[in-house]
């Protein structure tokens, strides 16, 4: 009787080890136990509120951020058109969700175990991101960071950010599939009516892209002037006289045309002078 106890208190426990493993058998046809990856928690990464700057802006950078949390491979996130459908039938508003308390209840209703929430403003030339981690069944945060960066320096500082956030370094990142797209100037000071040259790089390449120069802040609809980019994937354009008012303007890569979005994928600073 003690020896069959035994024999299956032995089993029991070996059946258990098993379970919490699987075999692989490698080309020789050894046999191997190997131990199965635990289950990454699931993250919604909501959009940052952003004080004092256009929703385009925000919404760009918070798009960076979420970008970042897949590649760090430690999360599972949750597609932001799930987020938007919470949203839309809660009634949470659109300013952004900032208190703990908010985002544990949007977590429950996305089944998350994470949820990632922030803040975003404009402090001179740099922008000033704050962000938290919060656990949903804990109801607390868990992690928080803030970085400051200016424009040009945004995909760097949103990777630190990230990085402080999630404990994984921003050189360990999964490496993204798609170059990065970017528009820029040939200067950034220009005199009314002079020409300015604009240089384009990794472009989808479909006949709706195209490049615009708006006012600084201005709506993602509203150009001052714009021009095709005739399907190409790199090259520059030519807006012959310019921009005849001075004041502060963005040159825009618009990229998602295509799929009805009038927003820009990148920017570049300039200034016109009398």
Do not use: W
């Not at 929703?55 to 798009?63: C, D, H, L, V």
């Amino acid at each position: 009787m003690k020896r069959t106890t035994l024999l299956i208190s032995l089993c029991l426990i070996l059946g258990f080890a098993c379970s919490s493993r699987q075999a692989e058998q490698d080309k020789d046809g050894q046999t191997t136990m190997v131990k199965k990856a635990a289950p990454r928690a699931r993250i919604a990464v909501l959009d940052l509120r952003g004080d004092g700057i256009p929703k385009a802006q925000t919404m760009m950078i918070s798009e960076l951020i979420r970008t970042e949390i897949i590649n760090t491979n430690k999360y599972t996130v949750i597609e932001r058109s799930q987020v938007d459908m919470i949203f839309k039938e809660h009634g949470f508003g659109k300013l952004g969700i900032t208190d703990d308390s908010s985002a544990v209840r949007v977590g429950k209703l996305l089944a998350s175990q994470k949820i990632l929430i922030g803040t975003v403003m404009k402090l001179g030339d740099s922008f000033i991101i704050t962000s938290r981690i919060v656990d949903v069944e804990k109801g607390v945060a868990e992690f928080g960071a803030k970085v400051s960066a200016e424009e040009e320096n945004l995909l760097e500082g949103v990777a630190s950010l990230v990085s402080q956030l999630t404990g994984v370094d921003s050189g360990d990142m999964a490496v993204s599939s798609s170059p990065r797209i970017t528009v820029k100037a040939n200067k950034r000071s220009y005199k009314v009516d002079e020409d300015i040259v604009v240089i384009f790089k990794n472009f989808p390449g479909t006949r709706h892209d195209y490049v615009s120069i708006a006012r600084e802040n201005a709506s993602a609809r509203d150009h001052t002037v714009y021009q095709y980019t005739t399907g190409s994937r790199d090259g520059s354009i030519t807006f012959y006289r310019g921009i005849r008012y001075p004041g502060d303007y963005e040159v825009r890569a618009h990229t998602e045309y295509s799929s009805g979005s009038y927003n820009y994928t990148a920017k570049y600073k300039i200034t016109i002078v009398e």
